[in-house]
Structure formats: structure tokens, C-alpha cells
Nanobody, 120 residues
Framework: QVQLVESGGGLVQPGGSLRLSCAASGTIYSIYYMGWYRRAPGKQREMVAVTTSGGITNYADSVKGRFTISRGNAKNTVYLQMNSLKPEDTAVYYC??????????????WGQGTQVTVSS
């Protein structure tokens, strides 16, 4: 079994910054894909930022220039640096990872989520 644990959420004023972290643990052969998604109240879950094993990144148009996704030196970690936060960024943020086990099977895992609230 693989577990993803997010941290770093909280309450911040508009224009402020937060850094989200996600760590994967368990029986892992490799991680090909990690990303961040969010769900705002009353809205559908949306992709925020993703990164592949080859280092390619992709961002939602609404966060380009403000958010940065990165992998830690330990490749089982991923971060989301969020700057110039806006009230519309308020949501529960979820970590997602595509993980291969030692039996060469690939699985899609999700973390439990961390709340980000942007309000004055």
C-alpha cells in the first residue's frame, strides 16, 4: 500500500504565500507522475499543476505565473509554491501520484487533502 500525505495548508490573506508539501510512502518502485488538484466549494475538482518523471510541468491557466510545482531531492516528494494568492484559490488541495510497484503494476493514488483559505 502507498500513502500520500499533504501538509502546508492554512489561512492566508490575499497576496500572501503558502507552500504545500506531499510525501509518498510505502512499497514504491518508481513514481512517474505527481500533481496537485483542488476542489472549491460547489465546484468540480480541477487540475492545478502536474509534473512528469521527465521534468515536464503543466499548470492551469488561472495559476500560471503564481504557482510553481517542484520535486524534492527525494523523488517521493512534491511541492506547490503558491504566491500572490487570491480568494478564488480557496479550496481543498489534493496530491496525486502515479506509482509503479515491484510487480510492474501502475496505480493512481490520492492524498487526503489540505485546506487552503484565502481571505481578508
Amino acid at each position: 500500500q502507498v500513502q500520500l500525505v499533504e501538509s502546508g495548508g492554512g489561512l492566508v490573506q490575499p497576496g500572501g504565500s503558502l507552500r504545500l508539501s506531499c510525501a509518498a510512502s510505502g512499497t514504491i518502485y518508481s513514481i512517474y507522475y505527481m500533481g496537485w488538484y483542488r476542489r472549491a466549494p460547489g465546484k468540480q475538482r480541477e487540475m492545478v499543476a502536474v509534473t512528469t518523471s521527465g521534468g515536464i510541468t503543466n499548470y492551469a491557466d488561472s495559476v500560471k505565473g503564481r504557482f510553481t510545482i517542484s520535486r524534492g531531492n527525494a523523488k517521493n516528494t512534491v511541492y506547490l509554491q503558491m504566491n500572490s494568492l487570491k480568494p478564488e484559490d480557496t479550496a481543498v488541495y489534493y496530491c496525486n501520484a502515479e506509482i509503479k510497484d515491484y510487480g510492474l503494476a501502475t496505480y493512481d493514488y490520492w492524498g487526503q487533502g489540505t485546506q487552503v483559505t484565502v481571505s481578508s
